[in-house]
C-alpha cells in the first residue's frame, strides 16, 4: 500500500528569533514510517523540525508550520491508500508574524492567537480521501471517551489514544502504550518499544484494508 504517515511538531513563528511549538518528538511517527518500509509498503512521511534520522526510503516532505503541513498532506493524500495522523500539530498560531524581533517593554505581553486549520478533520469533509484513516488522540484525562469523540468527529477507522500524563512514555520516550480505539470495540496495546508498537499499528492499517476488501 501507499501510507502516509504526519509526524513531529509544528512551529509557528512569532517573530525572526521566536516560534511556538510543543514537546513532541517525532519518534512515534518516524518508527511508523520505518516500519512501513519495514513491512514492505510505499511511505510518504511529512514531518515537522525534529532531531531525527530520515528512515532509508521514505519519501521524506519536511515542513514547519501546520499550514504547511496542511497544504502537503493535501497534495500528498491524492495517491495515498491509507493515512496516519501522528503528528502533533499546533491548534494555534500567533495571529501576525512581527518582522522585527519583539523588544522588551512593559511587564506584560499579550500574544495573540488563531486557530490552525485542523489537518485530520479535514481529510473526509474537504479533501474527499477514501482510503483507511488513523488518528492519534494525546489526553491527560477520560482516554477512551475523548478518542471515541475524536474517532467519530473525523470519520477515523481507528484512532491510537496515548494517555500523555504518565512519566517514562509517551513525548521523547523510546517506550508508549496505546488503546486502539475502533467504532465497534477497543484493543489495549501494552508497554513497549516505540519500534514494536508501530508494527502493531502498521499491521492493524493492513486488516482494516483487507476488511474493506
Ligand atoms: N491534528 C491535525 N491537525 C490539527 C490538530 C490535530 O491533523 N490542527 C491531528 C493530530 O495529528 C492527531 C489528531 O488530530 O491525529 C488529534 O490531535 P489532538 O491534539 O489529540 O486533538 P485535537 O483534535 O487537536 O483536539 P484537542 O486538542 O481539543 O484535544
Known amino acids: 500500500m501507499n501510507l502516509l504517515v504526519t509526524a513531529g511538531p509544528t512551529r509557528e513563528p512569532l517573530d525572526p528569533v521566536r516560534y ?16 512501513g518500509i519495514q513491512l514492505g509498503h510505499r511511505v510518504t512521511l511529512i514531518s515537522g523540525p525534529t532531531s531525527l534520522n530520515v528512515p532509508v526510503n521514505v519519501d521524506y516532505v519536511p515542513v514547519e508550520t501546520a ?70 488522540a494525546a489526553e491527560t484525562e477520560n482516554l477512551e471517551e475523548n478518542a471515541r469523540g475524536k474517532l467519530e468527529d473525523k470519520s477515523c477507522d ?9 512519566c517514562g512514555i509517551g513525548f521523547d520516550s523510546d517506550h508508549n502504550e496505546a488503546l486502539l480505539v475502533y ?28 476488511r474493506r476488501g
Do not use: W
Open 158 to 166: 481507528f484512532v491510537v489514544a496515548n494517555l500523555v500524563s504518565q
Open 183 to 210: 467504532p465497534d470495540r477497543s484493543e489495549i496495546l501494552p508497554m513497549q518499544t516505540k519500534g514494536d508498537l508501530a508494527h502493531l499499528i502498521v499491521q492493524a492499517v493492513q486488516e482494516a484494508i483487507n
Open 67 to 136: 499550514q504547511q503541513m496542511f497544504e502537503a498532506t493535501r497534495t500528498h493524500l491524492a495517491r495515498a491508500d491509507a493515512a496516519i495522523f501522528s503528528a502533533a500539530v499546533a491548534d494555534y498560531r500567533p495571529a501576525s508574524f512581527a518582522e522585527n524581533k519583539i523588544k522588551k517593554a512593559e511587564a506584560r505581553l499579550t500574544i495573540d492567537l488563531v486557530r490552525n486549520p485542523d489537518i485530520l478533520g479535514s481529510v473526509r469533509r474537504e479533501f474527499s480521501f477514501e482510503g483507511v484513516l488513523v488518528g492519534f
Open 20 to 35: 511556538l511549538t510543543n514537546r513532541s518528538s517525532g519518534k512515534m511517527g518516524y518508527a511508523l514510517a520505518s516500519a
